[in-house]
């Protein structure tokens, strides 16, 4: 076995998305203002900062503010006020708007911004690089490294050129250890490195269970006569019935842009739903297909988002590091909004491990980055909501809608709930079988507005390199056939966004068999999360494959 390449930093990130760059930044801020040297070191596994980043995405500009108060000045791609919020409630001809003064005034987006959070963090970067930080992108980090004592020294990146059959192919490149006094993980949503974390040093034993939805994004150029910069628009209802969790968001950015998605919560319990289908026909509606006629969908793509909220925080320390941003999942799902909290509590780690390493200390626990967060704003934000979820995942669309939203108000008031409902089954645990649900039948997409599972991959500049092993790891190649047709219809078909998973039909036999088709895959890590059985688990590939996001 070669050996592999070590590199010594104070502190490497596993990420370069809102949270990492923003521990990244603030890092070398401190140490410069005390004339100290530190090194630091993020690794991204996109091809390039941004590649993988996908969010709605209207920004909180509070941590911001903080981080980087000239940012304006600095040019900083927020470009577009929010002007106007509208909340929609859709049924399928027709669709009501809320009057805004009966919205709680946490759901007023006023001073924050549209944004492409892609273009975000590809600025974060530049920030962090003038700063002197050093990041690694094409780079993912596929392994956790400990030491004799148990506590995490670092990770290392895949090794390179393995090919199909797992053998060294001529092109092989073992993986860089990197070596740290402390280690921060924002891999975001679900990502492989934080699963491994929480699991083995059972970080979410005291916290509720963690709690997903699927986002599914697509950038539009409208007609100009069409569009109004600044113009926020949230739904919910149709085409989702009362007892499934979600809805969409349309933002209209600069240049005539549109960034339209939608929201399934990943608890739903009908196996024959697809999300991405939903996405799809929602588009169709009267009140949004005037909208998109007479325009060019420019990109695509998905991601899972945390949605558990408060009380599905682990335990944000281990012996050696820290999970920040969605590695520990502080979304706010009401305001479906989480890169402020994302931004501040890497601030907050980085913050802590450099008094850390101004003691001399290294590979212990930053027991003072879970204080400050307790006592930030990050918690203030995600306790006043705590309640929204599990009040709309046991009551529906009205109940949780109308209970959910008297919270708010009374969180707004200082009066709110005095207890934490909790969340209840894991979202593996929700489908219902096979011949207790009624299929949805989808109709066909028309090429203009709405669109197959393929051709939204190809916009999404999606790519990986063929000869390498899969990155989607079945436990046991036999469950989708022998378990999951039969009981759940392999609801993977269905709730990859990508087309990743098929069942085949041998021509004569008739012999099925389940195939992955792992180079649509856009890492929104959803199968890891829903497959009722448990038994696929995301990695990541080799090098920097995945989607290629240019404005997302």
């Known amino acids: 076995m070669s ?22 930044i603030r890092l070398k801020q401190l140490s410069a203002a005390e004339n100290k040297e530190i090194n630091v070191c993020v690794l991204e596994k996109g ?19 903080e981080l980087i108060p000239d940012w304006k000045e600095k040019g900083a791609p927020l470009n577009t006020p929010v002007t106007e919020d509208k909340f929609i409630y859709m049924s399928e001809k027709g669709s009501v708007r809320f009057p805004n003064f009966m919205m709680p005034p946490l759901m007023n987006n006023h001073g924050n911004y549209i944004v492409s959070l892609g273009n975000v963090c590809r600025w974060l970067a530049t920030q962090a690089e003038e700063l002197g930080v050093e990041i690694y992108p094409g780079f993912a980090a596929a392994e956790v490294l400990y030491d004799e004592k148990g506590a995490v020294r670092g990770v290392a990146t895949g090794d390179m050129g393995i090919g199909k059959d797992g053998e060294k192919t001529a092109n092989y490149e073992p993986g860089i250890e990197l070596h740290a006094k402390y280690t921060f993980i924002a891999e975001g949503a679900r990502g492989s490195l934080a699963k491994e974390l929480i699991g083995k040093f059972e970080l979410d034993k005291d916290s509720d269970a963690p709690k997903f939805g699927i986002g599914l994004k697509e950038l539009w150029e409208i007609d100009p006569a069409k569009h109004k910069a600044g113009l926020v628009t949230h739904t919910m209802g149709w085409p989702l019935d009362s007892s499934t969790g979600g809805g969409s968001f349309m933002y209209h950015l600069e240049g005539n842009q549109v960034a339209i998605g939608f929201v399934v919560h990943l608890n739903y319990t009908n196996p024959y739903l697809s999300p991405f289908d939903e996405f799809q026909r929602f588009k169709h509606h009267p009140a949004i297909q005037p909208y998109l006629e007479g325009g060019r969908r420019i990109s695509y793509g ?58 001399n200390r290294s590979l212990d626990e930053l027991s003072s980055y879970s204080e400050a967060y307790r006592t930030s704003w990050v918690y203030k934000d995600l306790k006043r909501v705590r309640n929204v979820k599990p009040l709309w995942s046991k009551l529906g669309l009205y109940g949780g809608l109308l209970i959910g939203g008297l919270d708010m108000w009374m969180n707004q008031l200082g009066i709110g709930l005095p207890f934490t409902l909790k969340h209840g089954k894991s979202d593996a645990d929700t489908l219902v079988p096979a011949d207790q649900a009624s299929p949805i039948s989808y109709p066909k997409p028309d090429g203009k507005i709405s669109f197959d599972k393929l051709s939204s991959v190809f916009v999404s500049s999606t790519n990986h390199e063929e000869n390498q092993p899969p990155h989607l790891k079945l436990t046991d190649p036999a469950i989708p056939i022998d378990v999951n047709l039969p009981k759940w219809a392999e609801p993977a078909q269905r709730y990859c966004p990508a087309g990743v998973y098929e069942v085949v039909e041998a021509e004569g036999s008739g012999e099925k068999r389940f195939q992955i088709n792992a180079q649509n895959c856009v890492h929104c890590k959803t199968c890891d999360i829903k497959d009722p059985s448990r038994n696929i688990t995301w990695t990541v590939p080799q090098g920097g494959g995945g989607p290629n996001y240019p404005n997302m």
């Open 302 to 359: 998905a991601r899972a988002i945390t949605e558990g909220g408060l009380q599905s925080v682990p335990k944000l320390t281990f012996p050696g590091g820290a999970l920040i941003g969605c590695s520990a999942g502080f979304v706010n799902l009401p305001r479906i909004k989480g890169s402020h909290n994302a931004m501040k509590t890497g601030m907050l780690a980085a913050e802590a491990a450099y008094t850390a390493l101004g003691e």
């Open 3 to 24: 050996e592999r390449e070590a590199m010594e930093f104070d502190v490497v990130i596993v990420g370069a998305g809102p949270a990492g760059l923003s521990a990244a």
């Open 47 to 65: 091809s390039e900062v941004g590649a993988h980043i996908l969010s709605g995405a209207v920004v909180d500009p509070i941590a911001l503010n």
